[in-house]
């Protein structure tokens, strides 16, 4: 798979989570800074969707550390330009081989972030939303 064709699955599955979750999300338009757009409890939110196709081992560990490596606080091709925190209100983390999704708001993400399945896991939206 494309790099491309990996972020627009992200992107639908996630819109497809929080549809399932009873919210109304629907794909933005192309060249914005975030890829969703969700009514949560009545207020418009912005999502940027960081998708991974499989976990890579985590560098510099003895062992062989399976984790899904995200980039996330820059944009654009090849990365040259950063978020502002008005870009987007949380970030959807997507894991396409498990389908998992980790959501985290903009003030808790970091500019790379190594995450194993299980900490992927609990960063669920409903943690996000309380």
């Known amino acids: 798979m494309q790099d491309l064709q990996i972020g627009i699955a992200g992107e639908h599955l ?3 989570d929080l549809i399932t979750k009873g919210y109304n999300a629907f794909l933005s338009d192309q060249g914005l800074p975030y890829d969703v757009v969700a009514d949560i409890k ?11 196709s499989k976990p890579r081992a985590i560098p510099q560990r003895k062992t062989h550390t399976p984790a899904y490596l995200f980039w996330i606080k820059r944009k654009g091709k090849g990365g040259n330009r950063i978020y502002k925190e008005t870009d987007y209100d949380f970030m959807a983390l997507v894991a396409l081989d498990k389908k998992i999704i980790g959501y985290v708001p903009f003030n808790n ?4 972030m190594h995450l194993n399945e299980e900490k992927l896991t609990a960063l669920t939206f409903e943690k996000l939303c309380q």
């Not at 009545?42 to 991974?52: A, D």
């Not at 993400?109 to 790379?112: C, N």
């Open 109 to 112: 993400v970091k500019g790379t």
């Open 14 to 16: 996630v819109c497809a």
């Open 42 to 52: 009545g207020k418009l939110c912005k999502i940027q969707v960081k998708t991974t």
